[in-house]
């Protein structure tokens, strides 16, 4: 190209994107934009993540975000730089090596690709998280996100819902993902509701409330324990952000909630007799009989750790224990997932960032920050009873537990002043 046509083409580049960033309209289409994939996004989490070909729907909303977000700050704000992702990165690349070592295969290389995704998708949905900066307006497209999945999940299994038929039948039909599954991502979304009703700013905020409910009723017919377990352990938790300066009261919710707990197990012969078969199970406590899921995932947590003690360091690489195993799946353990797939310095590796963010959480006295202790919390808790490691949701709550902590990373109004959140999104929800 001669010098002077490069020269000219150089300087229509800048001519329009000189244009762009004193558009105040592009840039609120731009934003805008960013929710409506962000909502997107999230809503096809739940729907059509273990669906083969609709899970590629994901892939273009993620897209969506990562464009508009970047586009959005490379115009008008500036690339935080944030030592965090540096956790994530040396994740990615202790499972390369395990994976070339010894794994060889191409769903092995697919998944570590994943792997190497949901960071870039991390750090996009960071940015966007910044963009909007309003914490209870980014919860609530979340929740508004997961009342639409909510609206699908009734119209699926309507017949399971009208009958009142909390069951066994339900779990073996299934449509969107594995019950446990679902019925985590129903306790992550109850737990959030509730903090944003208990928390409330305004008297219409008290309506989350009833998408609590909404989440915590449709969880119960996925007759999965551990939505219980998750549930009863988030709401300690909130209960406990919202009335630590009044313990009485705190103690009193506490009773009353346990009370509500047996009352309700022991309403629904289904779940009682799942609690019953797990406590015989683990405990030998009562006289009921062996849980063959239970002991099924006790023998595959310790299979998995055993063959990461033989390669304690990197371990086998992503999908490790699916491969080297013969079993042809994952541990149903994070823990021993982790020291499986990716070694003693993997599993180090990866819950130091639920200690960078917990610490954080517990250094402020903003109850929106203290609420990172809640959601991480869960998260631990569902180590016991699942593979984290790679899932689209844990790298969303990554992201929002990394966007409420940025005050204390000196990120503090990341946004241009004309376009605080609180003018832009309250007359909307």
């Keep these: 190209m001669p010098r002077k046509a490069k020269n000219r083409t150089m300087n229509k580049l800048r001519s329009i994107v000189l244009n762009l960033k004193n558009s105040e309209t592009f840039k609120k289409i731009l934003l805008w934009a960013i929710v409506v994939f962000l909502f997107l996004y999230v809503f096809s989490i739940p729907s059509f993540s273990a669906k083969k070909v609709l899970n590629y729907i994901s892939y273009v909303f993620v897209a969506g975000i990562i464009g508009c977000s970047f586009l959005y700050t490379f115009l008008y704000l500036k690339f935080p730089r944030n030592k965090f992702f540096v956790l994530p990165l040396i994740l990615v690349a202790i499972g390369f090596i395990g994976t070339s070592i010894y794994l060889h295969n191409f769903d092995s290389y697919r998944r570590w690709l994943t792997l190497l995704l949901m960071t870039l998708t991390m750090y996009a949905i960071y940015l966007s998280f910044l963009i909007i900066d309003d914490p209870r307006f980014i919860m609530k497209i979340i929740i508004f996100a997961f009342l639409a999945f909510s609206i699908y999940f009734a119209i699926v299994y309507r017949k399971y819902i009208l009958s009142f038929n909390i069951s066994a039948d339900l779990r073996f039909e299934i449509y969107f993902d594995n019950v446990n599954t679902l019925g985590f991502y129903f306790s992550i979304l109850f737990v959030m509701a509730f903090y944003i009703a208990l928390t409330f700013k305004k008297k219409r905020e008290l309506l989350y409330y009833l998408a609590a409910l909404v989440f915590f009723g449709l969880g119960l017919f996925t007759a999965s324990r551990s939505f219980i377990l998750v549930s009863i352990g988030g709401a300690i938790g909130v209960l406990f952000l919202r009335f630590k300066q009044k313990k009485l009261i705190f103690l009193i919710v506490m009773v009353a909630l346990i009370i509500l707990l047996v009352i309700l197990i022991n309403s629904v012969p289904f779940l009682k007799d799942q609690f019953d078969r797990m406590l015989f199970t683990v405990f030998g406590l009562g006289n009921s009989k062996v849980d063959g899921s239970t002991l099924q995932r006790t023998v595959w947590a310790n299979y998995a750790f055993t063959l990461g003690s033989e390669n304690i360091l990197f371990g086998y690489g992503v999908d490790g224990f699916a491969n080297i195993s013969g079993i042809g799946t994952y541990a149903h353990n994070n823990f021993a997932e982790m020291i499986c797939d990716f070694g003693i310095f993997g599993i180090i590796t990866y819950y130091l960032m639920f200690v960078v963010l917990g610490a954080k959480a517990f250094r402020s006295k903003d109850t929106n920050v203290n609420f990172v202790a809640v959601l991480l919390f869960i998260y631990f808790i569902r180590s016991f009873f699942g593979v984290l490691y790679y899932t689209k949701d844990s790298y969303l709550i990554f992201a929002l537990c990394l966007y409420l902590t ?24």
């Excluded at 940025?406 to 929800?429: A, M, P």
């Design 406 to 429: 940025k005050d204390i990373e000196g990120i503090i109004g990341y946004r241009e002043k004309n376009l605080k959140s609180n003018d832009c999104y309250d007359v909307y929800i």
